[in-house]
């Protein structure tokens, strides 16, 4: 009797695990370097004060082609508490982004991008 109890349990534990998870983990959506200012501006204009400063950090690091000051920027920006989904939605997706041209410039030889490369791999 006590296998079959374990084994029912075991069932119901499975199927709540499985649909918990459904829909999650879904990659996101990809965006261009060039598109991150302007959605950022979209996303982010009602946003309070210290919200659209990091917004600001962001979009400056972008223009200067700071690709290591974005990548924080955006980072620190997605650890916001008040974020909407969509935000944060796009938020994965340009940090994705960002991470993706600082490791092609890493492997191309930018000093500045290995080095963030190796910061972040310590921070893991």
């Given amino acids: 009797m006590r296998p079959f109890v374990l084994s029912i349990c075991f069932s119901v534990a499975m199927v709540i695990l499985v649909a918990v998870g459904c829909g ?3 990659a996101p959506k990809p965006v261009t370097t060039s598109e991150i200012p302007a959605r950022l501006d979209a996303l982010f204009s009602k946003a309070p004060e210290e919200t ?9 690091a972008l223009r200067a082609n700071d690709l290591s000051g974005a990548w924080v920027a955006l980072q620190t920006l997605s650890e916001q ?3 909407t989904k969509e935000q944060r939605q ?11 041209e600082i490791n092609k410039a ?4 930018d000093a500045q991008a290995r080095e963030m490369q190796r910061m972040h791999r310590l921070s893991k």
Avoid at 106 to 109: A, L, S, V
Wanted: aromatic fraction near 4%.
């Fill in 106 to 109: 890493g492997e191309q030889g």
């Fill in 90 to 100: 796009f938020l994965a997706s340009a940090i994705v982004t960002i991470g993706a």
């Fill in 81 to 83: 508490k008040q974020l």
């Fill in 52 to 60: 659209r400063l990091l917004v600001g950090q962001a979009k400056s």
């Fill in 24 to 26: 999650r983990g879904a």
